[in-house]
């Protein structure tokens, strides 16, 4: 949202921003155009489990947005993310009323019981517009309403994640980095790259090999355990908590990155590593097969396969001038098909469109 905000204010679009967590004003452009405003509800209300009876507490913010919409009188209300601040936007009343949806709100929320089910229908149905950011998300959200969804992709800014010849203060000068940039969850099957990091270091123990991991999570110390079980401990770096202006530094430091989610819905770090120009491996599922060309820009593996996944990485790390194909062509494919200012234009004549009718 941060990004998208930034963005179309740089397009001379007023904006205001409502949300319900707290913000850092340092994460915006400052502008004319910009107003932002948080409820800042307590944490324990801002509940991260997303369960229906946490959607309750949203409801106090009602009287806030409609008091807002009053007093700005916007042209669109946009809800990013279906599930609560779809609820929002839905309660509001207001048209014409714009959902985005971003994953976990089509592929889990919904499916959790029938009271988040006749929600999300609930926010769909009063949307004008519905947008996604991939394909394989379109398609699910057919299931919940009959309303013709638009794709538009989640790009990357070029100018910020590019190839760069950065200086390396975690690692050795010859050392190969195999790494990942991912929230420390299970459902990115960090795990199954751990394991499969083990087979390559093992089989190819002259090289100079180590794994980076980029991120924080609550599984962190589970992998970390892991990682020690495992006696690649000397050969591992984990970052913790990094600030999202230094994660184009992360992506460059490591020579091949490996995705092997378990689930995805479209999957930006990819695009951030592919614009960097490096070769990228990843799983089989979710939209991560729209982002990646297999054997072009990288390497699909089937997901929970460490053995495959092991293979792939070893197929690049031997064979150098594949990497370098494969990480240019990614590249090119992120500035052909995901090329963010192309994806706010996008957006931009969508929210024309929609004006148009309205008139």
Not at 134 to 161: C, H, Q, R, T, W
């Amino acid at each position: 949202t941060i990004k998208w905000v930034n963005f179309l204010v740089r397009n001379n679009i007023e904006i205001y921003l409502f949300g319900m967590s707290k913000f850092n004003k340092s994460d915006y452009d400052e502008s004319n155009f910009l107003k932002i405003d948080s409820l800042q509800m307590p944490n324990e209300l801002f509940n991260k489990s997303d369960g229906a009876l946490s959607k309750l507490n949203y409801l106090k913010a009602i009287p806030r947005i409609k008091k807002i919409i009053r007093e700005f009188k916007p042209d669109i209300l946009h809800s990013h993310y279906a599930s609560s601040y779809g609820l929002l936007g839905a309660l509001t009343g207001f048209h014409p009323f714009v959902v985005s949806v971003y994953g976990s709100d089509v592929f889990n929320f919904p499916k959790r019981n029938i009271l988040n089910k006749n929600i999300f229908k609930f926010n769909l149905s009063k949307a004008d517009k519905i947008l996604s950011t991939s394909n394989v998300m379109a398609n699910e959200i057919e299931n919940y309403s009959p309303k013709i969804i638009e794709v538009v992709p989640f790009g990357i800014d070029l100018g910020m994640f590019k190839p760069l010849a950065v200086k390396n203060k975690l690692f050795e000068e010859n050392d190969i980095v195999i790494g990942t940039v991912k929230t420390l969850e299970e459902k990115y099957g960090i795990e199954y790259l751990i394991r499969a990091f083990k087979l390559v270091k093992e089989k190819n123990s002259e090289i100079p090999l180590k794994l980076l991991i980029v991120g924080q999570g609550t599984k962190e110390n589970y992998f970390k355990k892991l990682v020690s079980e495992l006696g690649i401990s000397k050969f591992t770096k984990f970052t913790g908590f990094i600030n999202p202006k230094e994660i184009s530094y992360y992506h460059n430091l490591i020579d091949i990155p490996v995705f092997v989610s378990l689930e995805e819905s479209f999957g930006v770090s990819i695009l951030e590593a592919s614009a960097c120009a490096k070769p990228v491996i990843v799983s089989n599922v979710g939209g991560l097969i729209e982002v990646v060309e297999n054997n072009v820009t990288g390497i699909i593996v089937e997901n929970h396969n460490v053995d495959e996944t092991a293979a792939a990485i070893e197929k690049l790390l031997l064979d150098k001038s594949l990497r370098t194909n494969l990480g240019m062509k990614g590249r090119e494919r992120v500035n052909a098909l995901f090329n963010f200012n192309d994806n706010v234009k996008q957006m931009i004549n969508i929210y024309n469109k929609i004006l148009s009718k309205k008139d």
